[in-house]
């Protein structure tokens, strides 16, 4: 795919197209002046819940990598003590359970709540409101909250947006003779087609028990278990837009501002000055347990992507290609809209595409990196791996390894108009070799 010939407005155009939906009665923006609730209870005789959350809708403010700073509205678990997250806080549950979300409204505009793919999870909360959804959680996978409210994207891009998690029901390969490590996958297996399961299955059991991807027994994949956003195998990347001129319509404890010459056609007056993973940038981005996986060779990690603004984005990775394992089907005609799409064919790619609404999952496997040489550099020097060398000091390259992520769309590596690199920029790190986490816990 080329760019040329298509201005900035024009892919914008083609990115976020897809995502309105013409004719809705209500415009975002509006406010009600509403004294009542709405009925929105979950029924008195619905099944008890296995799982329950509550999140509240209010606003905050963030500082940009440049001194900019923004207003944004947010969720927040009603009993993380105040603190309001931009994304939301990551939501995990098991494929299966009875979910239950209290959605609380602490704003003075309707809002609305639900998550891609799960019908059930829809609502609308008034002001100063709460509402109930419950829903049976789908297929294992990565799927996203959000608000959008009257079919409008506005409230997301302002920062109404956070990840649900669903971990599959029954998503450990089979021990074989020639298996001898059952291997945790991301999907339920059960659920599957032959080819992807064959594909999945053949990738995790494959993690730690090949020349390639070593480590044994303990070279596999381990999820984030708790409500954790992240754990060391496991990151959740938001990749989202930011136009302050929408987030200046958000005056905090207030109303949101009417201005429909801007949110009348958000598609065409959307101007991204701000290209953020997890609702920061460039120098910001440089650490940071949520984003950066620092990690040892065997410790392959999972990054749970989602795009949740109206730009395309082309993230790419150096020093290890990544293994593409799953993305969202984004095409409201079909009947499977929403849902989690697993490959049946894992490809290894370098630069991967992030369409808005896109969710993937790729595994960065942490195996030892094809650019470093083989075999020693001098003849004189003695025989071995190069990289082992290098784990033993006995080359000059010292540890943590770093290696860059960037965005291949250019636009989106800046910052405030044209700050490079501060855009969608972060890095991972090799910390060590196989087995440096145990050495290195050992040491302490
Ligand atoms: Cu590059």
């Given at each position: 795919?080329?760019?040329h010939g298509?201005t900035?407005r024009d892919?914008?155009?083609?990115g976020?197209?897809?995502l309105?939906?013409?004719?809705?009665?209500?415009a975002?923006?509006d406010v009600f002046?509403?004294?009542?609730?709405?009925v929105?209870?979950v029924?008195?005789?619905a099944?008890?819940?296995?799982k329950?959350?509550e999140?509240e809708?209010?606003?905050?403010?963030s500082?940009?990598v440049?001194g900019e700073?923004?207003n944004l509205?947010a969720f927040r678990l009603?009993s993380a003590?105040?603190?309001?997250?931009?994304p939301?806080?990551?939501?995990?549950?098991t494929?299966?359970?009875?979910v239950?979300?209290?959605?609380?409204?602490l704003?003075?505009?309707?809002?609305?709540f639900?998550i891609?793919?799960?019908p059930?999870s829809?609502?609308e909360?008034a002001?100063?409101?709460?509402c109930w959804?419950?829903?049976?959680?789908p297929?294992?996978g990565t799927y996203?909250?959000?608000?959008a409210?009257?079919n409008?994207?506005l409230y997301?891009?302002?920062?109404?947006?956070?990840?649900l998690?669903v971990?599959?029901?029954?998503?450990?390969t089979?021990?074989?003779?020639?298996n001898?490590?059952?291997s945790?996958?991301p999907y339920s297996l059960?659920t599957l087609?032959?080819?992807?399961?064959?594909?999945i299955t053949k990738v995790?059991n494959a993690?730690?028990?090949?020349d390639?991807?070593l480590?044994?027994?303990?070279g596999?994949?381990?999820?984030?278990?708790?409500?954790?956003d992240?754990s060391?195998q496991?990151?959740?990347?938001?990749?989202?837009?930011?136009?302050p001129?929408f987030?200046a319509l958000?005056v905090?404890?207030q109303p949101?501002m009417?201005a429909p010459?801007?949110?009348?056609?958000i598609?065409?007056n959307?101007?991204?000055?701000y290209f953020?993973l997890n609702?920061?940038?460039?120098?910001?981005l440089?650490?940071?347990e949520?984003?950066c996986p620092?990690?040892?060779?065997?410790?392959?990690?999972?990054i749970?992507?989602?795009n949740?603004?109206i730009t395309?984005?082309?993230?790419?990775?150096?020093g290890n290609?990544?293994?593409r394992?799953?993305?969202?089907?984004?095409?409201?005609?079909?009947?499977?809209f929403?849902?989690?799409q697993?490959?049946d064919?894992?490809f290894e790619?370098?630069?991967?595409?992030?369409w808005?609404?896109?969710?993937r999952d790729?595994l960065?496997p942490?195996?030892?990196p094809?650019?470093?040489?083989?075999?020693?550099?001098l003849?004189?020097d003695?025989?071995?791996?190069?990289?082992d060398?290098?784990?033993?000091?006995?080359a000059?390259e010292p540890f943590p390894l770093r290696y860059?992520?960037?965005?291949?769309c250019?636009?989106?590596t800046?910052?405030g108009?044209?700050?490079y690199?501060?855009?969608?920029?972060?890095?991972w790190?090799i910390?060590?070799?196989?087995?440096?986490?145990?050495?290195q816990?050992?040491?302490?």
């Amino acid at each position: 795919m080329t760019d040329h010939g298509l201005t900035r407005r024009d892919w914008l155009k083609l990115g976020g197209a897809s995502l309105l939906v013409a004719g809705a009665a209500t415009a975002p923006g509006d406010v009600f002046a509403q004294d009542t609730c709405q009925v929105c209870n979950v029924p008195a005789d619905a099944a008890p819940p296995q799982k329950t959350f509550e999140l509240e809708i209010g606003d905050t403010s963030s500082t940009f990598v440049d001194g900019e700073s923004v207003n944004l509205l947010a969720f927040r678990l009603a009993s993380a003590n105040g603190v309001w997250k931009v994304p939301g806080p990551t939501l995990r549950v098991t494929e299966g359970m009875t979910v239950r979300i209290k959605i609380t409204n602490l704003r003075k505009e309707m809002h609305s709540f639900e998550i891609t793919g799960i019908p059930q999870s829809k609502t609308e909360v008034a002001p100063n409101c709460s509402c109930w959804v419950q829903f049976t959680a789908p297929v294992g996978g990565t799927y996203i909250y959000h608000d959008a409210f009257a079919n409008s994207p506005l409230y997301r891009l302002m920062g109404l947006h956070g990840v649900l998690v669903v971990m599959p029901l029954n998503g450990v390969t089979k021990k074989t003779a020639t298996n001898p490590y059952p291997s945790q996958t991301p999907y339920s297996l059960d659920t599957l087609t032959t080819a992807q399961r064959n594909a999945i299955t053949k990738v995790f059991n494959a993690l730690g028990t090949t020349d390639r991807f070593l480590g044994g027994a303990e070279g596999k994949w381990v999820p984030c278990t708790d409500d954790s956003d992240y754990s060391f195998q496991e990151k959740v990347w938001v990749m989202q837009a930011i136009d302050p001129r929408f987030q200046a319509l958000i005056v905090r404890g207030q109303p949101l501002m009417s201005a429909p010459q801007l949110t009348g056609d958000i598609v065409n007056n959307f101007v991204p000055r701000y290209f953020q993973l997890n609702n920061r940038s460039g120098f910001d981005l440089n650490q940071g347990e949520d984003i950066c996986p620092d990690n040892y060779i065997g410790e392959p990690t999972l990054i749970r992507m989602v795009n949740v603004g109206i730009t395309h984005h082309s993230p790419h990775i150096h020093g290890n290609h990544v293994l593409r394992l799953s993305q969202a089907n984004l095409d409201p005609a079909s009947p499977d809209f929403g849902k989690v799409q697993v490959a049946d064919n894992i490809f290894e790619v370098d630069t991967w595409s992030m369409w808005p609404m896109e969710r993937r999952d790729i595994l960065l496997p942490f195996e030892i990196p094809p650019d470093i040489p083989y075999k020693p550099l001098l003849a004189t020097d003695p025989q071995g791996l190069q990289f082992d060398r290098m784990v033993s000091r006995q080359a000059k390259e010292p540890f943590p390894l770093r290696y860059v992520m960037h965005d291949h769309c250019e636009m989106a590596t800046t910052a405030g108009g044209g700050n490079y690199p501060q855009g969608m920029v972060t890095h991972w790190e090799i910390m060590g070799g196989l087995g440096g986490r145990k050495l290195q816990t050992a040491q302490l």
